[in-house]
């Protein structure tokens, strides 16, 4: 397993072997962490700009425009509307990977009280308060922002957070009504722009972050490992997005996690490891070609337990040969009730998506789990005889409801399964990931840039096409 994993992650040498790439937090496994550390202020970007308090305009193409005023950066973009009815959770919400390339209107009146944490990592070197390092939406609407804050992990208001990552936010503006049309609409195309006046003209350059792919931009580009020291499983990641408290729900069951590329070949590697794990992540799933095809082969080649979320289930459910569907506009709260088909019981549900399998097109050997109980769309599907099953919505929910982690538990125990009875058929195998191995590989996702406007991710789409 090294000499695969070490080829991906190691720097060319005229003798074959390579230096590995060392960081600051990669020497966070050679030293103790300390508990009692001041909190501090977070780096700021070279996208960061001061705090606009000027004019700005939410244009939706070929629909209405809302005046509001700018509380972040001074920065003009496009992406899709999409709103939230989560009450609580922004800086989880803002930083979550299967935002990227959005327009995040929350519908919650008041945002921004609690202020902002800091970017504190906890014992296993996962952001404590974030689901990855920087804010992932495109842009943020709300009706009303609190300048003032309180609570006692903030750090920094909102409006200082937006600006230092460069993302334009409006407040002032009558999110009923930008809900009411895009509920009535579906999800739209739209512009922010501070500090002009809205021109007609421009609305030919809406760019539609759909037609991007997104997973690419968010997947970590070489592997990276996180370690725990509650247990010997280890559980290998396809990361399309990864959320922080995925890994840490599966690290504080006591399962090491290897993350990879979301187009890495993981069927060629798959023996090596306890089980395979997709995570959510951003835009349409048919644009994850090479994913889908590596899960077909894997799903054919070995026995090892597949869990999905989100984005993950999407994909594991093409790979079975279903089809997915875009949703009108997409579920996205903290409270969406989910049928279990399987024992009848209801769950609480924090959800975050726009697409959803068409649970018709499910082969036989498949069946649907979950059922949303406002829509009926499918959310879950699980195989009829192995240990394979996914989730739409977010069962790890940082920020809440934890209604059903106990699936995090159901999938590890098939996991330890698959371990024990992978040692009887070959008792010297072992699967615990090397002290090189974790001293080699980084520690966190690798080389994934923070969000920028849709128009500069098109622009240079289009040049790496070109190229």
């Known amino acids: 397993m090294l000499s695969r994993l070490s080829r991906q992650v190691l720097l060319g040498s005229s003798n074959g072997f390579r230096q590995p790439v060392r960081t600051a937090i990669q020497a966070r496994s050679l030293a103790s962490v300390e508990t009692n550390t001041p909190r501090r202020m977070p780096v700021s970007r070279t996208r960061a700009t001061p705090v606009s308090h000027d004019r700005a305009t939410l244009t939706i193409r070929d629909g209405p425009v809302f005046n509001g005023k700018s509380f972040g950066a001074k920065s003009n973009i496009s992406g899709e509307a ?12 803002l930083t979550d990977p299967s ?32 689901e990855s390092p920087n804010i992932q939406a495109s842009g943020v609407v709300v009706a009303d922002v609190a300048e003032q804050y309180s609570h006692w992990t903030a750090v920094e208001s909102l409006s200082a957070w937006c600006a230092r990552e460069g993302v334009p936010a409006v407040s002032g503006v009558d999110t009923r009504a930008i809900v009411t049309y895009l509920r009535e609409q579906g999800s739209s195309l739209a512009r922010i722009t501070i500090g002009e006046e809205y021109d007609a003209d421009q609305d030919e350059a809406f760019v539609d972050p759909e037609q991007i792919n997104l997973v690419r931009q968010v997947s970590t580009k070489s592997p990276f490992h996180v370690s725990s020291s509650s247990g010997d499983l280890h559980v290998a990641v396809i990361d399309c997005g990864v959320k922080e408290n995925i890994l840490r729900s599966l690290v504080g069951r006591g399962a090491s996690v290897t993350a990879f590329p979301y187009d890495y070949p ?11 794990f997709i995570s959510n992540g951003p835009g349409d799933p048919t644009h994850c070609q090479e994913t ?23 994909l594991l459910a093409l790979a079975a040969g279903a089809r997915t569907i875009k949703l009108k506009y997409g579920n996205r709260a903290h409270n969406i009730p989910a049928l ?55 069962p790890e929910a940082k920020g809440g409801p934890l209604d059903s982690s106990y699936l995090f538990d159901a999938y590890l125990d098939s996991v330890q ?42 622009a240079t789409a289009r040049a790496a096409a070109a190229a």
Request: glycine share 8%; with cysteine; hydrophobic share 35%.
């Open 340 to 394: 279990d088909l399987t024992t009848g019981r209801c769950h609480i549900t924090s959800q975050n998506h726009g697409y959803a399998v068409d649970s018709t097109t499910l082969p036989n050997d498949w069946k649907e789990y979950f059922v949303n109980l406002n829509d009926s769309s499918n959310e879950g599907l699980i195989h009829k005889s192995r240990p394979i099953f996914s989730t739409q919505f977010h």
């Open 99 to 130: 935002y990227r390339g959005q327009i995040l209107v929350f519908t919650q009146p008041l945002i921004g009280n609690y202020g902002v944490p800091s970017s504190a990592r906890d014992e296993n070197g996962l952001l404590k308060y974030f």
């Open 82 to 93: 999409v709103f939230t009815t989560s009450l609580v959770g922004y800086p989880e919400s």
């Open 292 to 314: 889908v095809y590596h899960l077909q082969r894997l799903m054919e080649s070995s026995q090892v337990p597949i869990m999905g979320i989100c984005l993950g289930h999407q």
């Open 417 to 458: 399964k698959y371990k024990r009875n992978q040692v009887i058929f070959q008792p010297t195998r072992d699967s615990r990931p090397s002290p090189l191995l974790v001293d080699i590989l980084a520690k966190e996702r690798v080389g994934v840039v923070p969000t920028a406007g849709m128009d500069f991710v098109a």
């Open 266 to 276: 993981i069927h060629k590697v798959a023996h090596h490891f306890d089980g395979v």
